[in-house]
């Protein structure tokens, strides 16, 4: 069983790489596997997936069980709720959605000693949708500074999942601000862009993504 729309959505990052000028390899794929069963996810691991991205903790707990025998990395990419800091922080390899210090405090606090640091990236709500999670870009450098002093992370950068958008100029345009808000940081360890998906990739790979989440285009529409 091999997902055709794993290897499609592989090609795609590829071009849109080579558009971009930038070096083969340079974009990460995350499976954004939420819905998905272990049996499919242990299906795209044999083709090569290892960066599997869950939103909600319950639904990923027992998937990462059935799956211990594979070698994965597991992201957190959906809202974070305070009772669930403390399974974030024991299971999972990277957070992409901290918005808040005293989130991020909790998830420091509760990273088990025998684990390296969290990967952390701040979640920034660029297109300003109020129901949205993310801080606003104005307040990224304060919160990158909190987040810097705390030993239990390590921040690499930022994420951010824009407003759907059809127009490429428009997506792009969203992207960029990201991307701005990385470089306005000025350090050169947060090296991580993580935005694009399955309908929007390209856009953000032109604009500097270093992790793509996808989803649809590799598993299929959700229900
Ligand atoms: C589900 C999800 C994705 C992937 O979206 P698709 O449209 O299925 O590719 C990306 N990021 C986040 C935060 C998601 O929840």
Redesign the pocket.
Known sequence: MTSPGLDAVLARIRAAETAAGRPAGAVALLA?S?QQTPATLRATAAQGQRDY?E?YVQEALPKMAALVDLDLSWHF??RIQRNKTRDIAAHFDWV?TVDRLDIAQRLSAQRPASRAPLQTLIEVNVSGEASKGGVAPAAVPALALAIGTLPGLRLRGLMS?PAPEDDPRRQRAAFAELRQALEALADPTLDTLSMG???DLEAAIAEGATIV?????IFGA?S
């Open positions: 954004a939420k991205g939103n990419i959906g992409h999942l998906t399955s309908a989440r996808v989803g649809t285009a959700r």
